[in-house]
């Protein structure tokens, strides 16, 4: 690996599996009767256990230090009291900051037993998410990730948020590029050995259209439909890509 990108990659590393951790361990407690504040205030402990701070607390004014996201939820729901039932599903979105770098990733949880519905959506978003993991590496166009995860989507009869993207990721919580999870292949940008970004599609049951409530984060699905996301951070390399934000479970 060359050695101008090695640092970056090894302090990205650092932070995704503090973050990836954190998920880890909300695995353990995704149950029927969790508030989604304690998905909050475990993510807030395990950052800081870990010597690491959360990077959405107090980001652009967002108050809590993960983002929880409920069934029609898109994204950037802010956890309350609201107490998950059998049959929801949640994305739960942790940004870990660290020596100076971040590491971003999400997971969409299954509470209790969810319909066939919902389970294929959250299959279909984890599949899409990691087909374009799977093709990425020096010189494809960023509207290939796209172009993939798009393909697969549409194929289940599902839909791609526009309103959202994956983003370069570093020293910096959100960078250029924007990484749209639909589009063409062979248009865009092309990517270069070293580049650190995120792969974060939303995937909706119906209609792709969104809307923010009147807490200026919270993005719901216009037609009230379910909607799942997965993200990982990765680090482009000459021959492929490194996810720094797996699971060690
Ligand atoms: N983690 C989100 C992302 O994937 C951003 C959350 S920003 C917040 O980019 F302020 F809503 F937390
Ligand atoms: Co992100
Ligand atoms: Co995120």
Not at 49 to 55: F, L, N, R, V, W
Not at 91 to 101: E, M, P, Q, R, Y
Not at 215 to 242: N, P, R
Request: proline share 2%; net charge negative.
């Amino acid at each position: 690996m060359s050695e101008n990108y090695k640092e970056a990659f090894e302090k990205t590393r650092l932070a995704g599996t503090i973050a990836a951790g954190a998920l880890d361990e909300v695995a353990k407690i995704a149950i029927p009767g969790l508030r989604t504040d304690k998905i909050d205030k475990l993510c807030y402990e395990f950052l800081g256990d870990h010597g690491a701070y959360s990077a959405p607390l107090f980001y652009r004014g967002f108050p809590k230090s993960c983002c929880t996201s409920t069934n029609h939820v898109v994204c950037h729901g802010i956890p309350s009291d609201k107490i998950l039932k059998d049959g929801d599903i949640v994305n739960v979105d942790v940004t870990a900051f660290k020596d100076g770098w971040h590491g971003d990733t999400s997971r969409t949880f299954e509470i209790g037993e969810v319909s066939v519905k919902a389970k294929k959506l959250v299959r279909t978003t984890y599949e899409a998410m990691m087909k374009a993991i799977k093709i990425v590496k020096e010189d494809i166009h960023l509207g290939d990730i796209g172009s993939a995860i798009q393909k697969h989507v549409e194929a289940e009869g599902f839909s791609v948020v526009q309103d959202f993207c994956g983003h370069g990721i570093g020293q910096l919580f959100h960078k250029e590029p924007n990484v749209l999870h639909y589009g063409q292949k062979g248009t865009g940008e092309k990517i270069k050995a070293g580049m650190i970004f995120t792969i974060e599609p939303m995937i909706n049951l119906g209609k792709y259209e969104t809307k923010t409530l009147n807490d200026g984060w919270t993005a719901v699905t216009k037609d009230k439909s379910l909607s799942a996301q997965f993200e990982h951070t990765i680090g482009v390399t000459k021959d492929g890509c490194e996810i720094f934000t797996l699971s060690g479970n």
